[in-house]
């Protein structure tokens, strides 16, 4: 049964690192972003999949997406946000242990209700160390403080688990507009520039096609990303490539380079 402690805050890690630490150039960083992206969503997705590098490099990627969420900003009340673990093994899925979630713009509750909703499920555990240090889930934690009004989050660290358990987790967080789903990850690493614009192309159509057979060289998220597939397929949900660069075109180096894309998963009218 996941439970937590009532009162304590994970910090931010990454801060400094990832994105910037002191809160207005934070912030500043944030709205130019979001300000930059281009397009404006036919509907508000039910399911996005962001990147999770530091803002100089997918930054513009993650918020071409989360710029689709400003007409749910007083809708949207429940995050549920999973991302690979990074530098802890873990088997399942893992809750922290944490109640509330910091960065230099605010602290951001732990949904204890939907928390509850998880505790017979096997694939669901509670691990300090998978939260503690971990980016993936971190990094977008300011984009959706800055375009959400009032949210709680379910952060889920995806370690070593059947992509059906994360499926079965989604399920059960579904819920409906007042819940947002959020994949994270990045794609291709450390190929170059063309190596890589032909690979990651290759898995975003596989993403579009809504296939669940991806694997992490592909995409380091690749089984939440493989999960949200097989649960959109029994929901309907339609996925939309937002934006497909890598960090030869965010950051200049052409010679090794780390894929990026986002995608909006919308529910059928």
Not at 48 to 75: F, K
Not at 204 to 212: D, G
Request: proline share 7%; net charge negative.
């Amino acid at each position: 049964m996941p439970v937590f402690s009532s009162s304590s805050t994970r910090p931010a890690a990454v801060a400094g690192l990832f994105y910037p630490a002191e809160p207005v150039s934070l912030a500043r960083e944030v709205a130019k972003l979001l300000g930059r992206a281009s397009g404006q969503a036919r509907a508000v997705p039910k399911a996005v999949i962001v990147p999770h590098a530091g803002y100089v490099y997918s930054g513009p990627i993650a918020a071409s997406a989360y710029a689709l969420l400003a007409p749910a900003r007083e809708v949207i009340r429940r995050v549920v946000l999973l991302g690979p673990t990074h530098r802890v093994a873990v088997r399942g899925l893992a809750l922290p242990a944490a109640s509330h979630f910091a960065t230099p713009l605010g602290t951001v509750e732990v949904d204890a209700e939907a928390l509850g909703r998880l505790r017979d499920l096997p694939q669901v555990v509670v691990s300090e160390a998978a939260h503690v240090l971990e980016h993936s889930l971190e990094v977008h934690l300011p984009f959706l403080q800055t375009v959400l009004s009032d949210f709680k989050l379910v952060p889920l660290a995806v370690g070593d688990v059947a992509l059906e358990a994360v499926a079965e987790v989604l399920e059960v967080l579904w819920g409906g507009p007042e819940t947002l789903i959020v994949v994270s990850s990045d794609l291709s690493h450390y190929l170059t520039y063309g190596e890589a614009r032909s690979i990651d192309r290759a898995t975003c159509e596989a993403i579009l096609a809504l296939r669940s057979n991806l694997d992490h060289e592909q995409a380091c998220g690749a089984t939440p990303i493989s999960g949200l597939a097989l649960a959109s397929r029994g929901k309907g949900l339609r996925p939309e490539l937002i934006d497909l660069r890598n960090s030869g075109d965010t950051a200049g180096d052409k010679s090794r380079v780390v894929g990026y894309a986002s995608f909006a998963f919308y529910e059928a009218p």
